[in-house]
Nanobody, 130 residues
Framework: QVQLVESGGGLVQAGGSLSLSCAASGRTFSDYAMGWFRQAPGKEREFVASIGGSGGNIYYADSVKGRFTISRDNAKNTVYLQMNSLKPEDTAVYYC???????????????????????WGQGTQVTVSS
């Protein structure tokens, strides 16, 4: 099992930037595909970004493409989400998720689906004011 702890959330004005981090336990971090998901009150959890175990196979939701950047530092067991040009509709709890990466899915968008991830962080609140 892997434990995930998100940090970096907060309150920012529209147009501002925020950087989220997700620290993972364990020492085989590169075996895991990682994802960022978000959930606003009354809405379903939605995909934001995902990244393969070696830092490739990156996907973004259309709503964040060009504004958000996902990256990882396997030496630090950490995945990041750099969020720029934030909009009020980005307001949500942001969750980090991990899945043991299977080679069969490693070049697909499989890890954009919440159900593909077995491990989840506690979430960090991002609030964007207008």
């Amino acid at each position: 099992q892997v434990q995930l702890v998100e940090s970096g959330g907060g309150l920012v004005q529209a147009g501002g930037s925020l950087s989220l981090s997700c620290a993972a336990s364990g020492r085989t971090f590169s075996d895991y595909a990682m994802g960022w998901f978000r959930q606003a009150p009354g809405k379903e959890r939605e995909f934001v970004a995902s990244i393969g175990g070696s830092g490739g196979n990156i996907y973004y939701a259309d709503s964040v493409k060009g504004r958000f950047t996902i990256s990882r530092d396997n030496a630090k067991n950490t995945v990041y989400l750099q969020m720029n040009s934030l909009k009020p509709e980005d307001t949500a709890v942001y969750y980090c998720a991990a899945a043991i990466e299977l080679r069969y899915y490693s070049k697909t968008n499989y890890y954009t689906y919440p159900g593909s991830h077995d491990y989840w962080g506690q979430g960090t609140q991002v609030t964007v004011s207008s």
